[in-house]
T-cell receptor, first 114, second 108 residues
Framework: GDSVTQMEGPVTLSEEAFLTINCTYT??????LFWYVQYPGEGLQLLLK?????DKGSNKGFEATYRKETTSFHLEKGSVQVSDSAVYFC?????????????FGTGTRLTIIP | DGGITQSPKYLFRKEGQNVTLSCEQN?????MYWYRQDPGQGLRLIYY???????QKGDIAEGYSVSREKKESFPLTVTSAQKNPTAFYLC???????FGSGTRLTVV
């Protein structure tokens, strides 16, 4: 079945450091890929998405590129801030047609220290 | 503003009790979902519904029940058959892009 594997946490970085959180997936067909962010005590917020190979999703300085050849969707940010401290989830949905359930990775806790 | 409302935010359940978690959306989405989140784990799908009066089991449906009588509402009942119900429960709608703020359920 479909699965998502993401980088084990926790990850601790200094402010203004470069961030990479790795995510790889296994799926049949052509899934859509997502990154979600969860702040303490809250639900998930969609951070960015990509629906086909070589698409780049971006939002709030975060980027991720859909790499079909390596089945990866790594999250990057050039200069992190304390406010980026949260848990980040990589996810996929089985098709591009909407109304499809998501398969999540286990999440990566990110802490940014001033 | 459009969105998903989950209530209550915190819920305490005694052993052997059934409890119902509310999820309401005003986004006109057909599909709705319930996920469970445990510490250090990703989200696991409990139930989902792609249309009114129809729903399907997810990966961990045992001990849970749902109904979908209205497009806007998808309540989740945690039954006494769920042996380890303490968790954070998240409702989502649409193609999974929109999540509620969650209900934290604790067994006391």
């Amino acid at each position: 079945g479909d699965s998502v594997t993401q980088m084990e946490g926790p990850v601790t970085l200094s402010e203004e450091a470069f961030l990479t959180i790795n995510c790889t997936y296994t799926a049949t067909g052509y899934p859509s890929l997502f990154w979600y962010v969860q702040y303490p005590g809250e639900g998930l917020q969609l951070l960015l998405k990509a629906t086909k190979a070589d698409d780049k999703g971006s939002n709030k300085g975060f980027e991720a590129t859909y790499r079909k050849e390596t089945t990866s969707f790594h999250l990057e940010k050039g200069s992190v801030q304390v406010s980026d401290s949260a848990v980040y989830f990589c996810a996929l949905s089985a098709t591009n047609f909407g109304n499809e359930k998501l398969t999540f990775g286990t999440g990566t806790r990110l802490t940014i220290i001033p | 503003d459009g969105g998903i409302t989950q209530s209550p935010k915190y819920l305490f359940r005694k052993e052997g009790q059934n409890v119902t978690l509310s999820c309401e959306q005003n986004l006109n989405h057909d599909a709705m979902y319930w996920y469970r989140q445990d510490p250090g784990q990703g989200l696991r799908l409990i139930y989902y519904s792609q249309i009114v009066n129809d729903f399907q089991k997810g990966d961990i449906a045992e001990g849970y029940s749902v109904s979908r009588e209205k497009k806007e509402s998808f309540p989740l009942t945690v039954t006494s058959a769920q042996k380890n119900p303490t968790a954070f429960y998240l409702c989502a709608s649409g193609n999974g892009y929109t999540f509620g703020s969650g209900t934290r359920l604790t067994v006391v």
